[in-house]
Structures are given as structure tokens and as C-alpha cells.
């Protein structure tokens, strides 16, 4: 099985910025891409960034040119550099990664716990 770690989550005002991390642990014998997504109350779960094992990455076009995804391979660990945030991006954030765990596949979806990002004053 595969576990997903989230941190980085909290309150923060409006303009300000926050850096999610999102660790993958347990019986990993490749991963694939990792992202991002959230859900608001009484909203769908939405995609939010993910990012290849190349390092190809794609936004939601709400977030382009605020938040930055990156990962480090080495730690299996994806995170989420959110800058200028906005109330509207108040959501539970969950991170999502695509993994093998047994030589010869398939991969499988596996999702963190989630964290909660408030923007308020």
C-alpha cells in the first residue's frame, strides 16, 4: 500500500502565501505523476496542478502564475507553492499520486488525508 502525508496547510489572509508538502511512503516500486486537488464546501474536487515524473506540469487556470507545483523524485514528494491567494481558494487541498506497488503493475490512484487552506481576514 502506498500512504500520503500532507502539511503545510492553515489560516493565512488574503495576499499571502502558503507551501504544501506532500510525502509518499509504503511499498513503492515507481511513481508516476503527482498533483494537486480540492474541494470546497458543497464543491466538487477539483484539479488544482499536477506534474509529471519529467517535470511537466499542468494548472488550473485559476491558479496559473500564483501557484507553482514542483517534487522531488528522490523523496517521493510533491509540493504546492501557493502565493497571492484569495478567499476563493479556501478548500481542503489533496494531494494524488499514480503508483506501483508490485514489479509488474498496474499503477493505481491512491489520495492523502487532505489539508485545509482558509483565506480570511
Known amino acids: 500500500q502506498v500512504q500520503l502525508v500532507e502539511s503545510g496547510g492553515g489560516l493565512v489572509q488574503p495576499g499571502g502565501s502558503l507551501r504544501l508538502s506532500c510525502a509518499a511512503s509504503?511499498?513503492?516500486?515507481?511513481?508516476?505523476?503527482m498533483g494537486w486537488y480540492r474541494q470546497a464546501p458543497g464543491k466538487q474536487r477539483d484539479l488544482v496542478a499536477t506534474i509529471t515524473t519529467g517535470g511537466r506540469t499542468n494548472y488550473a487556470d485559476s491558479v496559473k502564475g500564483r501557484f507553482t507545483i514542483s517534487r522531488d523524485n528522490a523523496k517521493n514528494t510533491v509540493y504546492l507553492q501557493m502565493n497571492s491567494l484569495k478567499p476563493e481558494d479556501t478548500a481542503v487541498y489533496y494531494c494524488?499520486?499514480?503508483?506501483?506497488?508490485?514489479?509488474?503493475?498496474?499503477?493505481?490512484?491512491?489520495w492523502g488525508q487532505g489539508t485545509q487552506v482558509t483565506v480570511s481576514d
Open positions: 509504503g511499498s513503492i516500486v515507481s511513481i508516476g505523476a
Open positions: 494524488n499520486t499514480n503508483a506501483m506497488t508490485t514489479t509488474y503493475g498496474p499503477f493505481a490512484s491512491y
